[in-house]
């Protein structure tokens, strides 16, 4: 028969699952380090792209003046500059992507444990309703 | 006030019984509408100007998620770029990319705000964006705002570049190049339109979380007020004295839009029917949710002179009774998304 209550929390569930609880089951299967982790590591990356097009763009810029003064540059000074603006931009995203990476997973995981109630809720309604012979 | 709120009822029941209709269909009209746009701005390849090309791409975006819309209309504007000038157009690519590793890819769920800014720049309503943004999202809107202004004015120095090209040399690329990039870094309009989109979504966002009665409502003015301020700041400072009509009327016409948006609370994620499938170990279920509608149209009532009709009420009120004792069993830590904690 049908049972109005149990359909109730199925759909409630369901809605979760098939909207933002996608998210939230994806992300349970990672330990929380190991998602922190694994975001800061693309973000590197994707900054890293940017970075490296970025000095392209510049590079094309200033390719007249480059070639031009190709013997007398101060390589040294060039090489130190682009490297520490690298190293910011770098702490900077990997550092960002730690702390919202991590809240972001903080917030799943509380969801998440409502789900779980939910679902022992449902699991309960059918113990009640097929007892055990 | 109250044929307006039926009014909006009807507007609401409707929107929920035929959103699994309406949702595609509007954004069929805004495909359409941004690449009409796009077309007409840098429409330098006559090959994508037929209309059944963009019949056929905006229908195909009526039914992708949005990101493809925007990837598409990206791309269209930049074949337009490359059928004028190759060399720009990688330029152009290597610009979004890099929006888009460093900015953009942080929200995600908001990718077509970086297509509705240009689109509704062209047609002269920008201001729409910060207001509606701080409306209903956080102060990290601004990112995907700010990345929308720079790339409508990408395409601007874009254009104004390829109509003072004359030849294909390779120092004239190389100067037509090095005169993109200053006219972008050194386009202070661009930079203060950033600021001001920046600070009206952020004076909407501040004013609508203020604790008084129609938050909302004075927070969509002040964010017009500051868009008009900012904008004539900026437009006497940069002296386009030509523009600040426009400006005002424009930004007084997008807060009218945003209240419209506001008013039908279409921005509400769960304002449209939903639906489920799921089964159990007897039965599969198709279960279609739809929201409760608070108030009801009139119905049209018949007063009967000659008859006694008490029963009717009587009858009415039972029901009413009874929704409100199987509402009783609804239970507020049921939802998996309200933010109360037990613990």
Same mark, same amino acid.
């Given at each position: 028969?049908?049972?109005?209550? *149990? ?17 939230? =089951? ?14 800061? =590591?693309?973000?590197?990356i ?40 690298? =190293?910011?931009? =770098? ?6 992507t ?10 799943s *995981? ?10 022992? *809720? ?8 097929t007892?055990?012979? | ?8 009822e009807?507007?609401?029941?409707f ?26 701005? +840098?429409? /330098?390849?006559?090959? @994508? ?6 019949l ?6 009526? @039914? ?8 598409f ?8 770029? /490359? ?15 890099? +929006? ?20 509704? %720049? ?30 409508? /004015? ?39 339109? +950033? ?10 966002? %501040?004013v ?7 938050a909302?409502?004075i ?31 424009g ?7 945003? @209240? ?17 499938? @799921? ?28 008859v ?21 069993? /609804?239970?507020e ?11």
């Amino acid at each position: 028969m049908l049972n109005n209550n *149990r359909i109730r929390l199925m759909t409630k569930l369901a809605l979760y699952e098939s909207k933002e609880g996608k998210e939230d =089951i994806h992300l349970s299967k990672y330990y929380k380090t190991d998602y922190v982790r694994y975001e800061i =590591i693309k973000s590197i990356i994707c900054s890293t792209l940017g970075y490296v097009l970025i000095l392209t763009l510049v590079f094309i810029y200033k390719s007249e003046y480059l070639i031009g003064n190709a013997v007398t540059l101060n390589y040294k000074a060039i090489g130190t500059d682009v490297l520490g603006i690298y =190293i910011m931009i =770098i702490a900077v995203y990997g550092l960002g992507t730690a702390v919202l990476s991590s809240v972001k997973y903080d917030k799943s *995981r509380k969801k998440l444990g409502k789900y779980y109630k939910l679902l022992k *809720r449902l699991n309960k309604l059918y113990n009640d309703e097929t007892p055990e012979v | 006030m109250m044929p307006l709120l039926v009014f909006r009822e009807r507007v609401r029941g409707f929107y929920q019984k035929k959103d699994i209709y309406l949702i595609p269909a509007a954004k069929f009209i805004f495909a359409f509408i941004a690449f009409l746009q796009i077309n007409r701005e +840098i429409g /330098y390849d006559s090959r @994508f100007l037929s209309i059944p090309i963009v019949l056929a791409i905006s229908l195909i975006s009526a @039914f992708t998620p949005s990101s493809i819309m925007v990837l598409f209309a990206l791309a269209l504007a930049t074949l337009h770029v /490359y059928y004028i000038s190759p060399f720009l157009s990688i330029i152009v690519i290597i610009m979004l990319l890099i +929006i888009y590793l460093l900015f953009a890819r942080f929200t995600p769920r908001l990718g077509y705000v970086l297509l509705a800014v240009p689109i509704l %720049y062209m047609m002269g309503i920008p201001y729409m964006i910060p207001i509606l943004l701080g409306l209903i999202f956080t102060p990290i809107a601004i990112i995907p705002t700010a990345c929308g202004v720079f790339i409508y /004015y990408i395409f601007q120095v874009i254009k104004a570049a390829i109509n003072s090209q004359s030849n294909t040399s390779v120092e004239d690329i190389l100067k037509l190049y090095t005169g993109v990039i200053d006219s972008l870094l050194g386009n202070k309009p661009m930079i203060m339109s +950033i600021v001001i989109f920046a600070l009206i979504l952020l004076v909407v966002y %501040y004013v609508r979380r203020m604790r008084f009665d129609y938050a909302f409502e004075i927070s969509i003015a002040a964010g017009a007020l500051t868009s008009i301020l900012g904008f004539l700041f900026s437009d006497l400072i940069f002296d386009q004295t030509n523009q600040i009509l426009s400006m005002i009327l424009g930004t007084i016409f997008s807060a009218a839009i945003v @209240f419209v948006i506001h008013f039908f609370e279409l921005t509400l994620d769960y304002s449209g029917a939903e639906r489920v499938q @799921f089964e159990d170990d007897v039965y599969y279920y198709y279960v279609k949710a739809i929201p409760k509608v608070n108030v009801t149209p009139p119905q049209v009532k018949v007063k009967h002179i000659n008859v006694k009709s008490s029963g009717h009420g009587l009858y009415r009120s039972e029901i009413r009774k009874q929704d409100i004792e199987q509402d009783d069993d /609804y239970d507020e830590d049921e939802d998996i998304n309200s933010d109360n904690t037990e613990d």
